[in-house]
């Protein structure tokens, strides 16, 4: 069965992948803000959802492809976020440009219920996105990034995986004393 996949956010970015998604072959279900957005996609053959909790729960993988950080809060956390409606080993992908404190927030809050994110900025713009010819730079475990690769691979032509998502707190370094 194919990887089932949850798209939010349509704008001149997320459309076109959303679509490169559909043209190979993966199940899409998408929601963006405003509803006209969705309407060329449900044509290609995505189905549409009623909010990113609808999305998330028939959805292995959730992107999104949103504003900034408080986007992504909203979409993520919110009363009828991705958060409501996401299942314990789902994967939760960002491709928007945000704050590294709001990565760990989401990360850490998604964490807790059994969920991973990764955070996977991407460059090339609309052109890129359209040409399936993206530049990932992906930020989570090896083999959550492992397991999005073929995924991603529909609209990027580069995915470099370049760290871990850190804990919101990073742990003190060991103090020297002054006889070392």
């Known amino acids: 069965m194919a ?4 798209f939010i956010g349509l704008g001149t970015m997320g459309s076109p992948m959303a679509r490169r998604l559909l043209n190979a072959g993966y199940p899409v ?4 803000r405003r509803r006209e957005a969705v309407t060329s996609l449900v044509a290609a053959g995505a189905s549409a959802g009623d909010s990113p909790a609808d999305v998330a729960s028939n959805a292995d ?9 408080k ?3 909203e ?5 009828r976020g991705i958060a409501r409606g996401a299942r314990a080993g789902s994967l939760v992908v960002d491709h928007s440009t945000i704050a590294p404190d709001g990565a760990r927030r989401i990360a850490n809050a998604l964490t807790a219920q059994g969920v991973e994110m990764l955070d996977a900025p991407v460059s090339g713009g609309s052109a890129a996105a359209e040409a399936g010819t993206l530049a990932i730079m992906i930020g989570g475990s090896a083999a959550a990034v492992e397991r999005i690769t073929p995924v991603l691979s529909a609209y990027a032509k580069t995915i470099v995986h370049v760290a871990r998502v850190v804990p919101a707190r990073w742990p003190k370094p060991a103090t020297r004393s002054a006889r070392s």
Do not use: F, N
């Open 3 to 6: 990887t089932r996949i949850g």
């Open 29 to 32: 279900m998408v929601w963006a």
């Open 61 to 69: 993988v959730v992107m999104t492809m949103v504003t900034d950080t």
């Open 71 to 73: 986007a992504v809060e």
């Open 75 to 79: 979409v993520v956390l919110g009363e």
